[in-house]
């Protein structure tokens, strides 16, 4: 989320605050009591609302057989995870294949088709691939607890950063990609996420200790403004400001997650590296 520089109209804020809280409150009801392969479902459907954004801002068109065959597979890699990693791993490699062959038996021309691949190709990682890290971490033991940390460290990023932008900001952080960004906002939102991360492992993660949780935090909080600045930049490749309208106040599902897709992703590795 970009940090402004400026203050924002009071009814912009109210509009997100309106939408994001709601949501916040029900993911975390949906993590803590749906069955996990229901969450897998959600999960599975939102990596294909994902992948829909992002094949409209990145190749714009009639929707042709390709297109359709991008969602799908986001969605199928995506609850390829709820069987573990190395499961997510070969469904997205075989659907990486796919793709190929659909755009390449769908194209008149093999250099277009190629060029056409690569691009559904990326999104089909970003989308199916980064939403199936949050299926494995679902599955590994006390995944949803591990899970809700991850989002906490993220959100909290999220929310320092725009307060801190918004009082402190000065310093760009990326002006060519998000003009909003600031350094003083990231630095902030990091020191937030990091002491959250800690409290959050003091009390609900016994087997990872205060100092360990801030520092995964911090990890995660600068991680996810890369994600965020990665998904920005798409947006200003395809010259749109929004990855798209299904959140009043937010945009996309992509506006929303791109921080979390990535910082997720991140933690589920350090998670199998470190904790295994």
Same mark, same amino acid.
């Given at each position: 989320?970009?940090?402004?520089t400026? $203050?924002?109209?009071? *009814?912009?804020?109210?509009? $997100?605050?309106?939408?994001?809280?709601? @949501? =916040?409150?029900? =993911?975390?009801a #949906? +993590?803590?009591?749906?069955p996990?392969?229901?969450?897998?479902?959600?999960?599975?459907g939102?990596?294909?609302l994902a992948?829909?954004?992002?094949?409209?801002? %990145?190749?714009?068109?009639p929707?042709?057989l390709?297109?359709?065959?991008?969602?799908?597979?986001?969605?199928?890699? !995506?609850?390829?995870?709820?069987?573990?990693?190395a499961?997510?791993?070969?469904?997205?490699?075989?659907?990486?294949?796919?793709?190929v062959?659909?755009?390449a038996? *769908?194209?008149?021309?093999?250099?277009?088709?190629?060029?056409?691949a690569?691009? $559904?190709?990326?999104?089909?990682?970003?989308?199916?691939? @980064?939403?199936?890290?949050?299926?494995? #971490?679902l599955?590994?033991?006390?995944g $949803?607890v #591990?899970?809700?940390?991850? @989002?906490?460290?993220?959100?909290?990023?999220?929310?320092?950063?725009y307060?801190?932008? &918004?009082?402190?900001?000065? &310093?760009?952080?990326?002006? !060519? +990609? *998000?003009?909003? /960004?600031?350094?003083?906002?990231?630095?902030?939102?990091a020191?937030?996420?990091?002491?959250?991360?800690?409290?959050f492992?003091a009390?609900?993660?016994p087997?990872?200790?205060?100092?360990a949780?801030a520092?995964?935090?911090l %990890?995660?909080?600068l991680?996810s %403004?890369?994600?965020? #600045?990665?998904? !920005?930049?798409?947006?200003?490749?395809?010259?749109v /400001?929004? !990855?798209?309208?299904?959140?009043?106040? &937010?945009?996309?599902?992509?506006d929303?997650?791109d921080? +979390?897709?990535?910082?997720?992703a %991140?933690?589920?590795?350090?998670?199998?590296?470190?904790?295994?």
């Amino acid at each position: 989320m970009d940090q402004p520089t400026r $203050r924002r109209p009071m *009814s912009s804020l109210a509009v $997100r605050a309106a939408t994001g809280l709601p @949501l =916040a409150a029900a =993911a975390l009801a #949906l +993590i803590l009591l749906l069955p996990l392969w229901v969450l897998g479902l959600i999960i599975a459907g939102l990596a294909g609302l994902a992948m829909y954004e992002y094949t409209r801002m %990145v190749l714009p068109g009639p929707w042709r057989l390709p297109a359709l065959a991008g969602v799908a597979l986001a969605g199928l890699v !995506s609850l390829a995870g709820l069987a573990g990693g190395a499961a997510a791993l070969a469904a997205l490699v075989l659907g990486l294949l796919a793709l190929v062959l659909v755009c390449a038996l *769908s194209g008149p021309e093999l250099d277009d088709a190629w060029t056409e691949a690569l691009k $559904r190709g990326w999104g089909l990682a970003y989308c199916g691939g @980064l939403f199936a890290a949050l299926t494995v #971490l679902l599955g590994l033991p006390g995944g $949803r607890v #591990l899970l809700l940390f991850a @989002l906490t460290c993220v959100v909290a990023a999220d929310v320092g950063a725009y307060f801190a932008g &918004h009082l402190w900001g000065k &310093h760009k952080l990326a002006p !060519s +990609i *998000s003009p909003g /960004k600031t350094i003083e906002g990231v630095a902030g939102g990091a020191a937030l996420a990091a002491v959250l991360a800690a409290v959050f492992a003091a009390l609900w993660l016994p087997a990872t200790s205060a100092g360990a949780g801030a520092l995964a935090g911090l %990890v995660l909080a600068l991680v996810s %403004v890369g994600g965020d #600045l990665v998904e !920005s930049a798409l947006k200003r490749t395809a010259g749109v /400001k929004d !990855s798209g309208v299904i959140l009043p106040g &937010h945009g996309g599902i992509l506006d929303r997650v791109d921080g +979390i897709l990535a910082g997720v992703a %991140v933690f589920l590795l350090l998670r199998m590296l470190l904790w295994a």
